[in-house]
């Protein structure tokens, strides 16, 4: 079945409403039609299946019929802090980290990002659409945020309000996610954070400041990854051992 995002606001009544780029969608690419059933989310977390009213080229109304008992959200929250790539590669870590359940990314200026991205970030709003498309397809309960770029000051003052901070390290041997999860109460981890460098990765005093913060430094194993695939890794590997990845037993 459908699913579609819209706001609040836009629900109520019994009733809800569709505007903007997806009725275009509805009515052109997927050809719904009045009488069908979708499932539509307020944008914060709760869905309702509601029944096509009326399609027209400017909105589409709708029915509610009865709020859903879903949720497809990880119950480990898991924020991304990335290493700022060149050309189009934060496009496929939002698409894909969104995928994977990351709730929220927030591009990291570091010593080794190019010199030119750090002032020119200017992709938000289509990372933020990026993130919509993305939660749509794989269902999510809840839209993820990419929020502007910190430094690492920024970062180390936020970090310690996480259960567990992890920094990919391609530097660092014999200790990866298996170690790592030998040394923690698994139980009582709820909230993560994922820190990960640029091309070029993290410079040696960056990664001693963050270990300093309370960050473990890992390895992800002998081969060297791109910093675009460095975090869906880790991230998978997180949702495997504390979150839903695999399936619930």
Known sequence: MHKFFTPSNYIFDNKGKIVGEDVKHIYKVLRLAEGEEVVLNDCA????????????????????????DINNESDVEIVLFQGMPKAQKMDLIVQKGTELGVSKFIPLIT??????????????DRLNRIALEACKQSKRSVIPEVLSPIGIDELINEINTFDLIL??????????????????????????????GPEGGFEESEIERLKDAGAYIITLGKR?????????????????????????I
Not at 111 to 124: A, H, N, Q, T
Not at 168 to 192: A, F, S
Not at 224 to 248: K, M, N, P
């Open 45 to 68: 977390g709760v869905e309702y299946l509601a029944k096509i009213n009326e399609v027209t080229k400017s909105e589409v109304t709708l029915d509610i019929i009865e709020k859903l």
């Open 111 to 124: 010593e080794r990002v190019d010199v030119k991205l750090k002032g020119d970030f200017k992709k938000l």
């Open 167 to 196: 920094v990919p390290y391609e530097n660092k041997e014999d200790y990866g996610i298996k170690g790592l999860m030998k040394d923690i109460d698994k139980e009582n981890i709820k909230r993560v954070c994922i820190i990960v």
């Open 224 to 248: 060297i990854l791109r910093t675009e695939t460095a975090g869906f890794v880790a991230t998978s590997l997180i949702q495997y051992e504390l979150g839903d990845l695999g399936g619930i």
